[in-house]
């Protein structure tokens, strides 16, 4: 029996994870904290091995250095992380020998959304991403779309350009944030969970590669995987395809 | 028998008006002109009563003017038309005694589109607005998509602004433009013509009105239509459902 | 305080309803039902005004006839209606003096994509429709594909017959039902809620109206609002936007 | 220099085609056929090596025996193929030593979403196929459609059944075709030219992979590549894929 910590227990995210680490006859929910609890101090008292993180990207460096710092493993979906982010993580987390699992992610159905999109972006290099997400959302363009295009701008040496720089005519820009030449645009509106469409044109054709999660069951499987599997790793694991 | 100029003849869309017109019973196709021409004096060597433009918005508002003051009719389907543009139209129009239509879209399901969106707006307000065109469109976001959010605000006091106000990670706007609280993002790739999506939440909920043109034939009817009605009309006329 | 039964309370539509009749402070939660129980004999031992019916198409007519003869009035999601059954319950009701409203659909969205599809049609009589819902779903095809089809029957005299009668090479029939001449197509997969596409096609254009429902609780404003007005109605009353 | 025939010359594709086959610098258009002519004497007559066949679905297997019995490989965009013709064909071409290519879809992003389709289901066996296709397809389902369920058959021992056998309200079938346990739904209107949406459900998320075509643009560059390619080959190649 693994002995988890849910972190972010008052989140919907925190909720749907402590209702299946409950669940599980291979874990054993050690101890729930959000805000304002110490997180330090709950992993020595329970002696807990890994803590589950579904908090608020402000606070997303200090939550991992406390978890692995305090002898824990980290399964970690709060988003924000930069590039510099997860070179002091995978430093960090391999000195002190603990795995850390960082996943955009972890719904099934996204991580095939993000390797079809590297693949096809070989043969069609002109693409984009829109990202929906609920109006509550707290950072943009969401971690899955960021990932997205850095997977499709290591697959290809070369997204295309727009044939012409076009002229804005709205002050702020309409063209969205751009990753390398990948351009992403983020909605944020009430009746979404989480949407991804990777949109890839050519001459007279494109493919659009759709995810649509409608509820937080969807990530659960993929979570309570990773938490079975994250002892046995050492430093930065980024991305829950690694782990399939 | 109208006798027509089409200005922009090399461009994909005054092809297919010259097409549309040379096709017409009802009217003749009096000239084409294109950038270098002398529109002015082909409207007075040709005596045409009506000029159609499609050509960039960088000249929009010194064509507009050639043919009122040549003392033709304009219809117009170049974008990029500010307010100020708009309304400097309307009074030089009138004092002319000339008609301009102007319409960011002359297909009907378009047109239909713009008001549905203006429609559902009052009962769903959190609204966004996603357009895609090809890599060779010149203006970002299109002249639809901003009469769609203007349309919007005029039927709804106040369009809400979001739950959470977003950090972003990345150095430029991934959210795109703002016309009032409306919120415009422009995707551009080939393999579209012109598709816009009007997307409107509630919770658990959304609707989303979504029209696609695949190629420009389907503009064809509304322009001729347009050309037929102009005449009779004096001032600005902003957007093909006013003619209709 | 109106007393409401809840009819079909062990559905998750039943455990949305007794969850938002109990949180409004207009509406008294009188009882739960399901299969097995007498819900005549709980009626009259309530002394309950209302009953919400979410049940099974096999059971819908006898529900209806249960309630209005013992002498309350009928809010019904129920699916699977036919014209006849709506003809006897009209009947049925109006002779007792009782209301009985019946909904495809309890989500506004819902509501004004089938009336935009409607006036949509008339310009664009090219028109399929497309349901998705989860796999759990008793009938096929939705009341509200059903409910759309006829307000576009209603709207449009002739919705256009293809040009070519395609020959079929798979032995059942891929191109869907027909109520009238307008086609309707379910898809029927986990990971949707109710989602569905009214599609209008022209010359080198399409309108597409796409509502989506992520969860239950986006129809319960309209139960709601259904129980409040229920009372004052007699005979039936089809579609909920016939009380907005 | 390589001689091409293009039968079905008069048709759309067949247009297209001769553009395309004349624009290449390693083809020469040796001729043109549709119904009327005789294939087998032009054939003859021009000594062409290889025909592209964009024709009618009743006389696909004619005119695949023709072009292979005069001397001539086959390019066959023709679609309607069943099980029979195909093992028909492989045989009778291996026999004569010609190559005969057929293929579903030409454009490359098709391609890719069959391929995508059927890694995807592996994962989410839940599974079903719409396609959008212009009012004047002779056929239903389309030969894109029926390939992607073949893949995916051979892909996924097992795509799961609906979790309730839904009981259908009109008299004829709304839930589509089988293909397997894959059902296909088939769109037919104006305004489209060629689209399908794979849809793979599991719990809480959905993924959909979409290809559209908006002009026959889009197919050339397949058309061209499969006539440099076929003389190298015998038998029946089934699908683009076999040659990139």
Do not use: W
Request: with cysteine; aromatic share 4%.
């Amino acid at each position: 029996m693994y002995k988890i910590i849910v972190n972010g227990a008052k989140g919907k995210m925190g909720q749907a994870v402590i209702s299946a680490v409950s669940a599980d006859a291979e874990l054993e929910l050690a101890g729930q904290t959000d805000v304002g609890d110490d997180l330090g101090k709950t992993i020595k008292d329970t002696g807990a091995q890994i803590v589950v993180d579904f908090t608020h990207p402000s606070v997303r460096m200090q939550n991992v250095r406390t978890i692995i710092n305090n002898g824990a493993s980290a399964v970690i979906g709060t988003t924000g992380f930069t590039d510099e982010d997860l070179k002091a993580i995978d430093a960090e987390s391999k000195k002190l020998k603990r795995g850390v699992l960082i996943a955009p992610n972890f719904g099934i159905g996204a991580v095939l959304m993000m390797q079809f999109a590297a693949q096809a972006a070989k043969y069609m290099p002109h693409v984009e991403i829109v990202e929906y997400h609920h109006d509550h959302k707290a950072d943009a363009p969401s971690g899955t779309a960021i990932k997205t295009a850095q997977l499709i701008n290591e697959a290809v040496g070369q997204t295309n350009p727009p044939a012409v720089e076009s002229k804005e005519f709205l002050a702020e820009r309409s063209q969205g944030a751009k990753l390398g030449n990948v351009r992403i645009h983020a909605v944020r509106l009430p009746g979404f969970v989480a949407t991804q469409e990777v949109m890839l044109g050519a001459l007279g054709q494109r493919l659009v590669l759709r995810h649509e999660t409608i509820n937080r069951e969807s990530f659960m499987p993929g979570v309570i995987l990773a938490c079975k599997k994250i002892l046995d790793k050492q430093g930065l694991i980024y991305g829950l395809e690694k782990l399939l």
